[in-house]
């Protein structure tokens, strides 16, 4: 029987942590690369962290690529799987899955501007979507990145660490949030059952 | 704009958080989750286990305690001791630990940090430093310093050893200033502007607070990212939500915890 959301397992290690925040709302999205489970799923989340390069390499490998660029369900990506439904990512000058017309672009220290990007940071909303019932205006969420998506029409969210990036991004079906929902306390869980919602 | 963040430090010792001088006198200060919880609720950005027998006893960390924390902790945390490898660093991240926080194996094996970096990303690599100031006014490391009978005094200097841990793929550093260790009379934060001036990735505080005034001095300045702290949060001396209303009030910026939802089925 098809489970209603699964994790993509395209390695990186945060995957259990996804998975727990998952269950801590009810749900018990087993980890899957197999193909059938991923169409058959109502949502499909791919969590990801690591670099670009790898986890395309490993997408590829295990017959994903196509998998999910064909994907009808509600799809997010967290971190760098937000990063991996792009067109493309600076880190190893990669092509990613296409289904967010943008290139991902690594982060530029500043003075006062560290990278990696690591921290709680605020949320600026820039949509009404129901991805984002219930959440403040100065809602702050945990974010640990080097590499960035620029804001687009894409961009739901953005955030700001010494230049303005997207935090959360929508394109049809497939969803992104830079930042890591499962470690950003009680803001991150209300998103991600917003996302359980749609 | 970027918290500041409020980074309680539990020592873990069999399955407990204790406190007590390292390897003396261990009082147990409660269950390892039951804490981390309470610090969640507080509105702590972030909490340090730091497992003080793991090392000394030449074993990697416990990983059942670190998975039972991952499933109820919704914050980011790090794992510190006994982490020499690239695989014990597997099975703590794997495990859901965000970090690893790597010290004296580090300095026995730099590329160790490489290594690390190569296998997980820079995020996941935290490298501890512990380091005081030698007669001569250097701040210079120390290794073994879990252990009062190996702790040695190296040549390094800490500020060389602080960017030559970041060219190796150190994506944060936890600078512990020995010489206020313990002494609840404020961070050091002269040597933490120095090497905020030569660390270029985040850079947090350890060593010295004592009261609140101590957090909103090292952040306005040394310009860290975090502060860390342990015995002034578990005695209670210091309550981590009314020290962050009280950094903001103070113009420092931190994020105040929101409530967890009521559960509405």
Known sequence: SSASVVLVDAGGTNIGSVRYALQRLGVDAPLTSDPAAIRAAGKVILPGVGAAGPAMARLQALGLIDVLRSLTQPVLGVCLGMQLLCARSEEGDVDCLGLIPATVRRLQPASGVRVPHMGWNRLRTCSEHPLLDGIDADAQVYFVHSYAVPPGDYTLVSARHGVPFSAVVARGNFFGMQFHPERSSTVGARLLRNFLAL | ?265
């Open chain 2, 1 to 265: 704009m970027l918290s500041r963040r409020i980074i309680p430090c539990l020592d873990v010792r069999e399955g407990q958080v204790v406190k007590g001088v390292r390897f003396r006198d261990h009082a147990v200060v409660g269950g390892i989750v039951e804490l981390a919880l309470r610090y969640r609720d507080a509105g702590a950005d972030e909490l340090v286990f730091y497992d003080i027998t793991a090392s000394p006893e030449g074993r990697s960390v416990d990983r059942a305690w670190v998975e039972r924390v991952a499933r109820k902790i919704d914050i980011p945390f790090c794992v510190a001791g006994g982490i020499r490898s690239v695989e014990d660093a597997r099975a703590v991240l794997h495990a859901g630990a965000d970090k690893v926080s790597i010290n004296s194996p580090a300095l026995e094996r730099p590329a160790l940090i490489a290594e690390l970096a190569d296998a997980f990303g820079v995020q996941c690599v935290v490298v501890g430093i512990d380091s005081l100031r030698d007669a001569d006014g250097q701040w210079r490391v120390r290794q073994y310093t879990g252990d009062p009978s190996r702790t040695q005094a190296l040549p390094r200097r800490t500020l060389d050893w602080i960017a030559q841990a970041q060219d190796l793929g150190a994506g944060e550093i936890v600078l512990n200033c020995m010489g206020s260790d313990g002494v609840r009379q404020g961070y050091d934060v002269a040597q933490l502007a120095q090497a905020r001036a030569v660390c270029e990735v985040p850079l947090i505080a350890s060593g010295g607070a004592g009261a609140a005034e101590h957090f909103r001095d090292v952040f306005t300045g040394a310009d860290v990212d975090g502060a860390l702290a342990a015995s002034v949060f578990h005695s209670g001396a210091i309550d981590v939500s009314a020290l962050k209303r009280w950094l903001a009030n103070q113009g420092v910026m931190v994020r105040v915890a929101i409530e967890p939802e009521t559960c509405d089925g």
